[in-house]
């Protein structure tokens, strides 16, 4: 549940269990209409680690100034995470994101992100971002934000433990503009700079090093009849890249996807399929075939 409250048409202040703050667009990301299959993994960085499937529970302040659009966060930190929990037992220099679990710090943390829109405004109603309109609207937007989260870090250093904090920093661009009469380009770009500890990483997909990703998608132009819906029966194929290098992995972790989406009618019924490389997995696990089918209700 969320609460929020109307200060002026610049200003809104709410609180309860909310995705409105930082790093980056890619963690905010909605997941009706993104144009992968999935999200880059990476881009939620904080994804059951200090929230709770995406959200956490705290206060949140947004709004706008002219184009540029803003949120800023304050939340309680979550004290059982994928790193686990006050029973987990630490191997010496081992580095956990349970810094309130073991030692009773890191309570909160503070995140925000600010984009500022060229074109079309978006929408802040609710804290998802679009992953494509499929052209219906002309999106040019550059964005930056930040997730601190002090004493969150617990590293058994010779038998002691210690804490140490985590900073997460972003800045990314989004485009989405039709093409002609029924064309339309969606591209995004990111790049992200973690500080995690010395050698702090969770799978391949959260660490202490840097990140960049990004993905394109074109839908391909088709005749459209007058009165006739033209979002339904279409066709966008897209390519998406993720690398990170990490200083706890032997090598950067490095993606590569292709795939297509048929927008049987537009975002509320599609099929999708995807083939995903990935480069520093061993050769008999390095290659996925996905499809899915997605219908909104």
């Known amino acids: 549940m969320v609460l929020q409250f109307k200060v002026n048409n610049n200003l809104y202040l709410g609180g309860g269990l909310n995705n409105f703050g930082g790093i980056s667009r890619g963690n905010g990301q909605g997941t009706i209409n993104m144009l992968t299959i999935d999200n880059n993994r990476a881009d939620w960085t904080t994804y059951g680690l200090s929230d709770h499937n995406s959200s956490h529970v705290g206060m949140f302040a947004k709004g706008r100034f002219g184009k540029l659009n803003y949120r800023l966060s304050i939340n309680d930190a979550a004290v059982n995470t994928f790193d686990g929990n006050h029973l987990t037992e630490l191997q010496p220099n081992d580095e956990k994101y349970l810094g309130e679990a073991i030692l009773g710090k890191g309570k909160y943390a503070y995140s925000g992100y600010f984009d500022y829109q060229f074109f079309d405004q978006e929408s802040n109603v609710l804290p998802y971002r679009v992953g494509t309109y499929l052209g219906a609207k002309k999106v040019f937007n550059i964005g930056a934000g930040f997730f601190n989260h002090n004493d969150a870090l617990v590293k058994n250093v010779n038998g002691n433990l210690v804490s140490g904090n985590f900073n997460h920093y972003a800045i990314d661009a989004f485009y989405d503009s039709p093409i002609g009469e029924s064309g339309a380009i969606t591209a995004y770009a990111k790049f992200q700079n973690s500080e995690m500890g010395d050698n702090y ?11 960049v990703s990004g993905h394109v998608g074109y839908l391909i132009p088709k005749a459209i009849k007058e009165g006739q819906n033209k979002y339904k029966n279409r066709l966008q194929p897209y390519v998406a890249y993720s690398y990170r290098n990490f200083t706890a992995l032997p090598k ?6 292709v795939g297509a989406n048929w927008y049987i009618d537009g975002l509320n019924a599609r099929l999708g399929i995807e083939y995903q490389k990935s480069f520093h997995a061993p050769k008999n696990a390095n290659e996925v075939l996905t499809i899915q089918a997605l219908i909104v209700i």
């Open 252 to 257: 950067p972790a490095e993606e590569l996807k």
């Open 201 to 211: 990483v969770y799978g391949d997909v959260v660490g202490n090093g840097n990140q």
